[in-house]
């Protein structure tokens, strides 16, 4: 009978923990990871510039640092420092210095200071999706940029949720296709949610129909919906979140809609909550494609949309 291996437990050991590392960064998205990594390398290059310490921080430190930090930063921009610098002290079992009450209380003045009204992109509205469908070729890159449009619009789609599609996350139904989105910003732990894609009245901007058209000319059959195309029409890798905000961009000028760059990305689901809102949709309705959890975020664009909804100046008579 061979002796017990002594080093096998430890072994054990070790790859558990090796384990519970990776379950910690999964604890936030890689997006937010890169984010406080870039956040905490530029705090650090800054307290060696001015010959502080950055770990651990003094609180005194930590309020120089956001002080100049709002000449030339958003608010949120300035939380996410905040929260990259408590992440970093709380790995090395160090107390976090942005809990002090001078940073706390220097950061809700530069909050009250400069404003905490996110920057947002301008919703691409229903009438806009109908002028940008009608001036789409029907070659291989309109058929593409048809269905992305209409499915990122419809289905009130984050551009990270439109890229992740796979074509076997689609599944037919009667009334047009039901879309598995399997992790969202809301939904970090994978839980997925059904965001239905009905058909609609025109051909043009039927989401059925795209999907259909696009799959068909790109002969997809499995793997990424919507895919980056080269020069001699060849299919690449799954397309990025800044791939849509080009695509939306390019496609809105070439169609002659007004201030291409003010649109983004998120313009497509912004542009569905504004568009359905001014269509007498109810909030619960709106919400229920959205997958809003926050009413007060989802009602942004409520009110845009039913700004002169029942408004008392158009009641003047003027």
């Not at 096998?8 to 384990?19: K, S, T, Y």
């Not at 039901?178 to 989401?207: I, M, N, W, Y």
Request: hydrophobic share 40%; glycine share 8%; charged share 20%.
């Amino acid at each position: 009978m061979s002796p017990a291996n002594p080093a096998a437990p430890q072994i054990a050991l070790e790859a558990l923990a090796d384990a519970a590392a990776d379950f910690a960064r999964a604890s936030r998205s890689p997006a937010t990871l890169r984010a406080y990594e870039a956040d905490w390398r530029q705090f650090s290059t800054w307290c060696v510039t001015h010959e502080l310490q950055s770990l651990p921080a003094e609180p005194a430190t930590v309020v120089l640092h956001v002080t100049e930090l709002a000449n030339r930063c958003r608010p949120s921009t300035i939380s996410r420092r905040l929260a990259a610098i408590s992440v970093v002290h709380q790995r090395h079992d160090l107390p976090s210095p942005t809990a002090h009450t001078a940073v706390r209380t220097v950061a809700s003045g530069i909050r009250r200071t400069l404003g905490t009204a996110p920057k947002q992109a301008a919703p691409l509205l229903i009438g806009d999706v109908r002028r940008i469908a009608a001036r789409l070729p029907d070659d291989l890159r309109g058929r593409r940029d048809r269905a992305l449009l209409l499915v990122g619009f419809c289905g009130a789609l984050r551009r990270s949720e439109l890229t992740a599609l796979d074509l076997a996350d689609l599944q037919r139904r009667p009334e047009g296709f039901v879309a598995h989105l399997r992790r969202t910003k809301t939904d970090q732990e994978g839980q997925g949610r059904d965001v239905a894609l009905p058909f609609g009245a025109s051909s043009d901007t039927c989401p059925v129909t795209a999907i259909d058209q696009w799959v068909e000319a790109a002969a997809i059959d499995s793997g990424p919906l919507f895919r980056s195309i080269d020069r001699h029409g060849r299919l690449g890798d799954r397309l990025t979140g800044q791939s849509v905000t080009t695509v939306l961009r390019t496609r809105a000028t070439q169609a002659g809609v007004s201030d291409p760059a003010r649109f983004s990305g998120h313009s497509l689901r912004s542009g569905f909550a504004t568009s359905a809102a001014a269509s007498g949709a109810t909030e619960a309705s709106i919400a229920a494609q959205t997958g809003h959890r926050s009413m007060e975020v989802l009602r942004r664009y409520v009110r845009h949309g039913t700004v002169f909804t029942g408004s008392a100046a158009g009641q003047l008579g003027l």
